[in-house]
């Protein structure tokens, strides 16, 4: 016998995908794993690590030198005051960071809230620590929060609320506005909120971003998550890292020490080198991903897809609607792949119930002649061409 929650989960759609554009010779713009923008003196800063060690476990909470990175760069850029001695921890990789906060705070039978559309990870980990996943949807083509919906959603079971933001798939950052919403019912039902603010450095056009754990009042009450592979572009490191006030840092640490205990220490080594980077890197990665962004959206615009904005992340979201009569985008995405050669992913797989199905998922987060490549690809399957691929 095995595991109903694991045995049920299945293959990702990430997976899935990324094998179909293998086997098909498609351009993988589906899962959302960067192409070319590691920085050089991360990856110099982790050879000089690896060679000159230790190379035995480092501290169950991580390195110092990385926990104060990760302290003075929320600092630096968000005007976070952090206690990086009680507040910080590193894990391996911003998902096992979730693991350990949902196993650490969850008994069994408690509810916790998820924003559809969601990162497959969240309501399969929450159910294996014994929560009870409670969506509330937010729907296109605005994506607003739903307040109504989410304040019925809450009872008296309810423990958590998850938000990520930046948010994939959609790119959506949490206003000012909501997050003081969001804020005020923590307070007012004694809640905790899972703030999953691995896209904080993934902003453009000069928006600002707004942490949950910045808001007055509920300081206390956030687990802030965030993710070296996302603001450096090494999304195979798994170096993560979980900010909390000690009371509630202190049990997820305990989770922390029995799922992986520790994290490479040269890894880490590099990563606090990246975070302490002069400002200028970040500027130039936000500038250099909104034209890969501004490259690809222009591209499915001009081949006829119906594009929102996209304002955060590694992704741009297009409405099917009018390019597959019978509105259904896993068929459509798959369609796509074979017919194109080019594979994104259905929205409908980060809805529980898989039946919002008029968009799909771009990944840009590429080389720029990936896009170009796609995107011609794009224009001549619109034109009713055949496209070749190499299989």
Not at 210 to 236: P, W
Not at 265 to 284: C, E, I, K, R
Not at 300 to 318: I, K, M, N
Request: net charge negative.
């Amino acid at each position: 016998m095995v595991n109903s929650v694991f045995g049920a989960a299945g293959t990702s759609i990430f997976e899935s995908m990324s094998r179909l554009a293998t086997d098909t010779g498609a351009i993988n713009l589906g899962q959302g794993f960067p192409e070319g923008f590691e920085p050089a003196a991360l990856v110099e800063a982790a050879i000089s690590a690896l060679r000159d060690g230790p190379h035995q476990y480092p501290p169950m909470m991580g390195l110092p030198v990385l926990r104060q990175a990760v302290a003075d760069n929320a600092k630096r850029f968000f005007n976070l005051d952090i206690d990086w001695q009680r507040e910080v921890l590193v894990t391996s990789g911003a998902t096992e960071a979730l693991a350990d906060t949902f196993l650490a705070l969850l008994e069994t039978g408690d509810e916790v809230i998820l924003f559809e559309p969601v990162y497959d990870a969240y309501a399969t980990l929450i159910r294996r620590a014994g929560g009870v996943v409670v969506p509330v949807r937010l729907l296109p083509p605005h994506w607003d929060l739903p307040q109504d919906a989410l304040q019925k959603a809450i009872t008296s079971k309810t423990k958590l609320i998850v938000v990520n933001t930046p948010m994939n798939p959609i790119g959506k950052i949490f206003s000012p506005d909501e997050l003081r919403f969001l804020g005020e019912l923590a307070v007012k039902h004694d809640l905790t909120i899972v703030s999953d603010e691995v896209y904080e450095h993934l902003v453009f056009d000069g928006r600002p971003f707004h942490s949950l754990f910045a808001v007055d009042g509920i300081r206390d009450r956030v687990v802030r998550i965030g993710s070296a592979g996302k603001s450096f572009s090494v999304t195979g490191w798994k170096v993560g890292y979980v900010t909390a006030s000690p009371k509630l840092l202190e049990p997820i640490a305990r989770a922390h020490q029995y799922v992986t205990f520790t994290t490479p220490p040269a890894l880490q080594t590099a990563v606090a080198t990246g975070l302490n980077l002069p400002d200028s890197y970040f500027l130039d990665l936000r500038r250099q991903l909104a034209e890969r962004r501004d490259l690809l959206v222009d591209g499915l615009r001009d081949a006829g897809f119906e594009v929102a904005d996209a304002p955060a992340t590694y992704f741009v979201v297009a409405d099917i609607s009018t390019l597959d009569t019978a509105v259904d985008d896993l068929a459509f995405c798959r369609r796509l792949t074979l017919e194109a050669g080019v594979t994104p992913v259905p929205i409908s797989s980060f809805y529980g119930s898989r039946d919002v199905r008029s968009h799909v998922r771009f990944c840009f987060a590429k080389k720029a002649e990936t896009l170009v490549n796609a995107v011609e690809r794009l224009a001549l399957w619109r034109q009713g061409h055949a496209v070749k691929v190499a299989s």
